[in-house]
């Protein structure tokens, strides 16, 4: 099963934040991941108003998934959204 990494982010400092999204590409390439979603309009269907950015990426598995959750070139980009922007984040299995 496909392991889908989902994020929902609350940006605080946007030019900070451009720090983190220059390293993030490599780090998920690098462990065979895959942007599925990567921002873009949110449109709430139901229940409260989505309003933060969410990023959806997939991997080979959910071992791939953490895999790139605990690496050190992932480590590094986490480093820079310290202050630049709140986070939650899952690891589901999928399809």
């Known amino acids: 099963m496909a392991g889908i990494l ?16 220059a390293l993030t590409p490599g780090a ?13 309009d949110v449109y709430t269907a139901e229940g409260a108003e989505e309003t933060r950015r969410i990023v959806v990426v997939r991997f080979e598995s959910v071992e791939k ?6 690496s050190p070139e992932y480590g590094h980009a986490k480093a820079q959204r310290v202050g630049a922007a709140e986070f939650d984040a899952v690891i589901v299995e999928g399809a």
Not at 7 to 16: F, M, S
Not at 28 to 40: K, L, M, Q, S
Not at 65 to 70: D, P, S, V
């Open 28 to 40: 998920i390439a690098h462990h065979g991941g895959e942007f599925v979603v990567r921002g873009g």
């Open 6 to 21: 989902i994020a929902y982010v609350n940006v605080t400092d946007p030019e900070k934040y451009k720090n983190y999204t």
């Open 65 to 70: 998934a953490k895999e790139f959750w605990n």
